[in-house]
């Protein structure tokens, strides 16, 4: 009997940039159909964890969709594709009245939101509704941040370290949470169903904008061991040549560093040597582990790409022709992947017992 292979599927943050990795599962799933699997992702991969817009996508492939037949998840890859291309734009979008008020009230744009959040958590429950993390139909991660409790949050319907079910919370809440980008939306009041209370959660990327050890460690509470783990982890995009200057910086201030019109800086900064250092180290550390298998795609993007609310059409363009390259530059890989995801969905008996998924809100 073959050994068990255990495939998870690892996305970044990067706000609208999340149309990257849409497209590369998009082929992805382009090359599964010509090799006869018809079969969703969420049958495909055994675990999904996603920071920010990656968990916007994992959740997506993830939940039972409202109202949708047994086993159909609340998104496919074509409206996620859709989503990014254009409906972004509703959720990127400042009315005309709003910009005045905020013009007048606050010129620098330095203390608020970027963005009103209601029309995103509208989208949210249109397409979670009101299903819980625990009925997700394969094993899930999101990270986010407590701000009242000041600790990493890791959302999730796997296990805890003492074998025990974890906290619950609604998936259009858990996303709305991971999503929370500081200056771009405020901070997400969910519900741990659980423990029955509020949490006040912010975007995951402020400490993990590559989620791919939390994966990693995720899979280990279940019980897989590391030589049946394989892990694909997919970027949003990198823009090695936009820099910001010296001579900018050193009169930014405190205030400047988090300012709108200059890509709030310092988040920028954040997520970019995040997702390097976390990339490298992954890289690294299972080249060391026996059998672990990763895999990482990542784009390279001109400097005016990079803003994660950057929904214009002429940047969609961009953010597609991004992909394109990357999708050109693997294909050999893409194919090999697709192969081993056939043998992984064809194989007629595997080790692993069925996941044990249940609705606990």
């Known amino acids: 009997m073959a050994q068990t292979k255990r495939f998870i599927l690892s996305i970044d943050g990067g706000g609208v940039r ?53 086993g159909e998840a609340a998104t496919t890859i074509a409206e996620l594709r859709s989503f990014y291309e254009r409906e972004s734009r509703d959720i990127f979008q400042s009315s005309i009245s709003g910009r005045l008020a905020r013009a007048v009230s606050n010129p620098l744009g330095l203390f608020d939101e970027s963005y009103d959040a209601r029309p995103l958590e509208k989208l949210l429950k249109e397409r979670f509704g009101w299903t819980s993390m625990a009925s997700g139909l394969t094993r899930l991660v999101l990270t986010a941040y407590d701000i009242e409790k000041r600790k990493a949050v890791f959302m999730t319907n796997g296990l805890e370290e003492n ?29 741990n169903l659980t423990r029955r209370g509020e949490e006040a959660l912010i975007d995951g990327g402020v400490f993990m904008n590559d989620p791919t050890m939390a994966a990693y460690l995720e899979a280990r509470k279940l ?126 008996e595997t080790d692993a017992a069925e996941a044990d998924l249940v609705h606990a809100a």
């Open 18 to 70: 999340g149309l990257i990795p849409v497209r590369i599962l998009e082929t992805l799933e382009s090359r599964l159909s010509q090799r006869g699997v018809a079969a969703p992702f969420h049958q495909i991969f055994d675990l999904m964890a996603g920071t920010s817009t990656g968990g916007l996508i994992a959740a997506g492939l993830s939940a039972p969709r409202p109202g949708g037949t047994a």
């Open 163 to 191: 074998g025990g079910r974890p906290d619950d919370y609604y998936f259009w809440q858990a996303v709305r949470a991971t999503t929370a980008a500081p200056s771009y939306f405020e901070p997400a009041r969910v519900e």
């Open 223 to 348: 019980g897989w061991e590391a030589d049946e783990i394989v892990i694909l982890s997919l970027g949003t995009g990198r823009a090695p040549e936009r820099s910001f200057a010296y001579q900018d910086a050193i009169g930014w201030g405190a205030l400047g560093w988090m300012q709108p019109s200059k890509g709030v800086p310092i988040l920028s900064i954040f997520a970019d040597g995040q997702t390097q250092t976390a990339a490298y180290q992954a890289e690294r550390l299972f080249a060391e582990l026996s059998g672990v298998s990763y895999f990482r795609l990542e784009a390279e993007l001109p400097p005016e790409a990079e803003d994660f609310d950057n929904a214009r059409p002429g940047n969609i363009i961009a953010l597609n022709g991004a992909a394109d390259r990357v999708i050109r530059d693997n294909t050999v890989f893409l194919d090999e992947f697709a192969d081993m995801l056939t043998s992984h969905v064809n194989a007629a």
